[in-house]
């Protein structure tokens, strides 16, 4: 998999994921939220844990969990099972807009080229792309849909009302 930054520009991956009962070395590790959670308590599974600032999370999983561990976490990798699972997209607009969490917000699984300006505009900051999607693509969706502070997309009516933008 090619890591993308969010100009659709393939970028080097300083992160590392710890495989099951594989002792952390490094604070650029990948955890499971359980493992990753339990460290933060006191209770590491494996010596070491309590170094990881990274943290996986499932298509299912809640944000709200990481909410007292925010400012131990510099990545967050949110894992799309199908391209058509739309919780990832959510998971990633709870942590900017209601957590306010400021770090790298990362795409992996199945997700498709056309969808990245949608991920870049629900906060998202890389993409893991998959390898049978050409890097190209990613670039050109953001010629087509460009993304910017101002969504390209026509904005909800409701919203426009409350911004005063209607």
């Not at 209770?43 to 131990?72: F, Q, T």
Request: glycine share 8%; charged share 25%.
């Amino acid at each position: 998999m090619a890591l993308l930054n969010d100009q659709g520009q393939p970028i080097a991956d300083r992160w590392q994921v710890a495989a099951e009962g594989e002792a952390v070395t490094s604070p650029e590790t990948i955890l499971p939220l359980a493992r990753f959670l339990a460290a933060r308590a006191g209770a590491p599974e494996i010596a070491g844990d309590e170094l990881a600032r990274g943290v996986a999370l499932g298509a299912d999983a809640r944000p709200e969990r990481l909410r007292e561990v925010l400012d131990a976490i510099d990545l967050v990798v949110i894992d799309f099972p199908k391209f058509r699972d739309g919780r990832g997209f959510t998971i990633a607009r709870t942590l900017r807009e209601h957590m306010g969490y400021e770090g790298e917000i990362r795409a992996h699984g199945h997700v498709l080229p056309d969808q990245f300006v949608m991920l870049l505009d629900c906060g998202f900051t890389t993409v893991a792309a998959p390898d049978d999607r050409p890097i190209a693509r990613w670039a050109e969706f953001l010629v087509l849909q460009p993304h910017g502070p101002e969504p390209a997309r026509p904005v909800q009516l409701f919203r426009r009302l409350v911004s005063g933008r209607a």
